[in-house]
């Protein structure tokens, strides 16, 4: 598979290992984002369970780290990821602009966003933040969170000032009070939230959270569905895995993350369900509930329909034999 230059400003780890991941076969490459959003990702390439499911083949496997749901679409759309991990309205976001991408497969039903603030900026409501300063990543899910929850208050992204900053970096800026607000995700927002004082989730909503979505592109899916039913295999082995062992995903998750090990539990214990994977209906009607925000906020080409692209974009099909025939993970 000829190999294109990656996109700028995903670091020079990312570069090294793409070196390395290519030097070992003469065979083709599937490449997967790992994402600390992501914690099934993390197991299985702690693991190498996916080199693994493709140690009889000519695949090579390469991992490459998305830092948001945006970084994951600019991977998908460039073609330098066959498999990557967004929030579901991210994924409709693109699949209506053209990426040819598709949704077979729900990583988490995360609660890992909420806005927040400290204590002493004043910022008790989101009608609060009108005039202010929020950090937020353009095209995650943090960012359309943002979005909703300025609408329930009768605003709208014109009432604030959005500074677009990558989710560390908008960490930062709040810690440094270069912004007013942040439009969080985890792990980074309960880090912050357990080890800075002050620091307040003053906005929380699940329901506003639209779920983690993997996403397949469609060549890979028709060109080499044995080896994308690899990696779902491994995604749901990895999923069983995580249930039954929470404390050591727990573990995974700090580890990769850098994180303290209290700040991974809240994320992986308290604010992530593992227990569907399958896309479906509620998936469906909250991407239909928010396909209109796309369209309202310029975020879509004028041609493209959001609404309509939601039935392009998920396919349960694909992998439900693959999940109703999985056993229970393991080492």
């Known amino acids: 598979m000829e190999r294109r230059q990656f996109l700028r400003g995903t670091g020079a780890t990312i570069g090294g290992s793409l070196l390395a991941g290519c030097a070992g076969s003469d065979g083709r490459t599937v490449t997967v984002d790992y994402a600390y959003y992501n914690p099934v990702s993390l197991v299985l390439r702690e693991k190498g369970w996916l080199a693994e499911a493709f140690a009889e083949t000519d695949v090579d496997v390469e991992w490459v780290l998305s830092l948001g749901s945006n970084q994951a679409n600019e991977y998908s759309q460039g073609g330098e990821a066959e498999v990557a991990s967004t929030a579901g ?7 209506s602009n053209g990426v040819p991408i598709t949704t077979p497969y729900v990583y988490s039903e995360p609660e890992w966003t909420a806005l927040v603030t400290f204590a002493e900026t004043g910022i008790e409501s989101v009608a609060d933040l009108e005039g202010k300063r929020v950090a937020a990543t353009r095209g995650t899910d943090p960012y359309f969170f943002l979005l909703q929850a300025l609408d329930d208050a009768g605003l709208s992204e014109d009432d604030v000032e959005v500074v677009h900053l990558q989710h560390p970096e908008g960490q930062s800026a709040l810690v440094g009070g270069d912004v007013d607000a942040w439009a969080g995700l985890d792990p980074h927002m309960a880090e912050l939230e357990l080890e800075h004082d002050g620091a307040e989730l003053f906005f929380r909503e699940p329901a506003y959270n639209t779920y983690g979505f993997l996403n397949f592109l469609d060549g890979f899916l028709a060109d080499h569905p044995e080896d994308a039913r690899r ?19 727990a573990g995974i998750l700090a580890s990769e993350s850098e994180m303290s090990e209290a700040v991974a539990e809240r994320v992986f214990t308290k604010r992530t369900d593992l227990s569907e994977p399958i896309p479906g209906d509620p998936h469906r009607d909250l991407l239909a509930d928010l396909a209109p925000i796309l369209e309202r906020e310029g975020l879509v080409t004028d041609d493209a329909d959001p609404a309509g692209s939601i039935d392009d974009l998920l ?7 693959t999940v109703s025939d999985a056993g229970s993970g393991g080492e």
């Open 89 to 95: 309205i991210a994924a409709l976001m693109a699949r």
């Open 231 to 249: 990696v779902l295999e491994t995604y749901e082995r990895g999923r069983r895995w995580a249930i039954d062992n929470p404390e050591a995903t």
């Open 315 to 321: 396919d349960p099909e694909f992998a439900s034999e």
